[in-house]
């Protein structure tokens, strides 16, 4: 989906560990991002990660939509957020635990639009769905006061 990741804010190191191999990066203003073909804008599509974060207290780290749009593995609310033209006002979607956004633990997350829904899940446990007919332009990563891999 979508063409080559761009890197913003910074280059996207490399490495490998127990895990196997990833891309990591932290701090403010840095993204990976993907454009959208115009024509999966509005139509059905599934993104598939894996992801480890670390210095994830706060760090307000997020899965973004169309540049301005944020969903956040854990904010200075201590809680799974939403925030963003895409989702309208800031949204708490409660502790981070249950959805299994662990300190340093793999997550295996999805991102998936059918039709006009959206759903996010985390090792098999599905978020708060999203409803919306916006076009997705991009998606991407922000590690902001986190490490992620």
């Known amino acids: 989906m979508g063409s080559d990741p761009q890197e913003h804010g910074g280059d996207w190191d490399s490495g490998s560990d127990r895990d196997g191999r990833y891309i990591t990066q932290q701090g403010t203003g840095t993204f990976l991002r ?3 073909p115009t024509s999966v804008g509005t139509g059905d599509w ?3 990660m894996r992801i480890k974060l670390t210095n994830l207290d706060g760090s307000a780290a997020t899965f973004e939509f169309n540049r301005n749009s944020h969903f956040g593995f854990e904010g200075a609310c201590q809680c799974v957020f939403a925030e963003g033209p895409f989702y309208g006002d ?3 979607m409660g502790d981070p635990a249950p959805y299994g956004i662990v300190e340093g633990t793999v997550l295996d997350f999805v991102v998936q639009r059918s039709g006009t ?3 996010f899940s985390v090792n098999g446990t599905i978020g708060h769905p999203h409803t919306s007919t916006d076009a997705i332009t991009s998606i991407g990563l922000r590690p902001h006061r986190a490490n992620m891999q």
């Open 90 to 92: 800031f949204q708490n």
């Open 117 to 119: 829904t959206f759903t």
């Open 46 to 48: 599934t993104s598939t």
């Open 34 to 36: 993907f454009d959208m």
